[in-house]
Each structure stands twice: as C-alpha cells, then as structure tokens.
C-alpha cells in the first residue's frame, strides 16, 4: 500500500467546516484513496472513498487533486461528535483487503 | 453493513496466562481481519483469517503467540499467548462489508486487554 502523510492534529470550531488534509503522492493508478474515522474507544469507522473524482455522501466530502497526490477531507458542519482520529488510506478496490493504518489525523471540535 | 461483537469487552489478566477473544458477526463472511492497538497508537494487522485454512499473519506476528481459529463463516478466536505487559493492547476483529465491490471493513468494538 502506499504511504500517506497527514497532520499530527487539528483543531476545528464546532459548526464550520473541516478540511482534513492527505498527502500520497507515490499512489499508483489502481489505488483508491479511502478515509476511516476512529471515535474515542471505538473500532474504526468507514467513511468515504475515491478514485480520481471528487465524492460526496452523508458524512463527507473527498476532493482529490488532479495528479491524485492528494486529498482533502471535509466535514462541512463539524460538531463535538466528529472529535475522532481520522485516518487516510490509499489501496485497491479489490484483491488484497487489508488496511494498513497510519497515524492519522487527531481532530479535536471546539465548542 | 455487518454487526460485529467480541468478547470479552476487556480483561485483566497476568502475566504468563493466556486469553481467548471472540469475534462475531451476523452474516457470513469469508475474510475476519485481526489488529491490535497499543496504547496512543493506531493500528496494526495481526493475521487474515479465512474460513477453512490456516490464518495470515503479517511480519512480526507469529502463530504460536497468537493461535486463530475460523471455525466457520460468521466466527473467530485470537488468541494471546504467553502474556507480557508489552501485550496490553486492544484487539479488534474486522470483516468486509458483505457482497461489496469496494473495500469498506467493518470493526467491532475491540478487546481491551491489560496484562499486569
């Protein structure tokens, strides 16, 4: 699987938008890029995922950039329960399953 | 999606004894997934588990330390051998979300193992 880097920690205020950033600039063309969030003593938790086209569902938005070195993840309304490590993954759609988990993004919603 | 349950929750064990985890899940599945979580950090693959064949394991992780059983397609066993205190973890089990053309995986709630 290719590496991703994210950012230790982010702070958002309750309400506003979240733009959680993705680095994975040696993904190759069959690799989607996947995010999971991981609520305080919880398993992981499916977000979204994506090609090349941005997407959207009930929980987010995954804007991934042209060359698809990057991606940005966005909680449009954060509230106090978005309060999660939010991981960004890159594998393929099928064949090899398994998830191999960074470190993640530790995002904290300010009241 | 898939309702995925373990047992126990989380235990207090000492060292040198063993504990037995249970994943299961209500619907059929053909891969189960093993990670472990050690404290303030993410997570890392034990073992692939399917059904009818020797368990996976990733680098580092071996089977005497940690056994798997599969007996069928909805259940699991990890097993933690030969405890240490570096074991203090939890232990989630995962599965694929059933006849998907995507990748999602589904976690359960996790194991909280102390060993003192």
């Known amino acids: 699987d290719a590496k991703t880097t994210q950012p230790p920690s982010m702070d958002c205020a309750e309400g506003r938008a979240a733009n959680l950033p993705c680095n994975h600039s040696?993904?190759?063309?069959?690799?989607?890029v996947y995010w999971y969030r991981q609520i305080h003593s919880q398993g992981p938790q499916y977000i979204i995922h994506?090609?090349?086209n941005n997407e959207t569902n009930e929980m987010a938005s995954l804007i991934i950039t042209e060359d698809r070195k990057s991606s940005t993840l966005i909680l449009p309304h954060a509230t106090l329960r978005d309060t999660a490590v939010y991981y960004c993954?890159?594998?393929?759609?099928?064949?090899?399953?398994?998830?191999?988990f960074g470190t993640g993004t530790r995002l904290t919603i300010i009241p | 999606s898939a309702v995925i349950s373990q047992k126990p929750s989380r235990d207090i064990c000492q060292r040198g004894t063993s504990l037995t985890i249970q994943c299961q899940v209500d619907?059929?599945?053909?891969?189960m997934f093993w990670y472990r979580q050690q404290p303030g950090q993410s997570l890392t693959l034990i073992a692939t588990?399917?059904?009818?064949?020797?368990?996976?394991?990733e680098s580092g992780f071996v089977i005497d330390k940690f056994p798997i059983s599969r007996p069928n397609l909805t259940f699991s066993t990890l097993t933690v051998s030969n405890m240490s205190p570096e074991d203090s973890s939890i232990y989630l089990c995962?599965?694929?979300?059933?006849?998907?053309?995507?990748?999602?995986?589904?976690f359960g709630p996790g194991t909280r193992l102390t060993v003192l």
């Open positions: 995962s599965v694929p979300r059933p006849s998907s053309s995507y990748n999602e995986q589904f």
């Open positions: 040696t993904i190759s063309g069959n690799e989607y």
């Open positions: 994506g090609l090349k």
């Open positions: 993954i890159v594998r393929p759609n099928f064949g090899n399953e398994k998830l191999t």
């Open positions: 619907s059929q599945v053909t891969m």
């Open positions: 588990a399917n059904q009818g064949s020797e368990a996976t394991y």
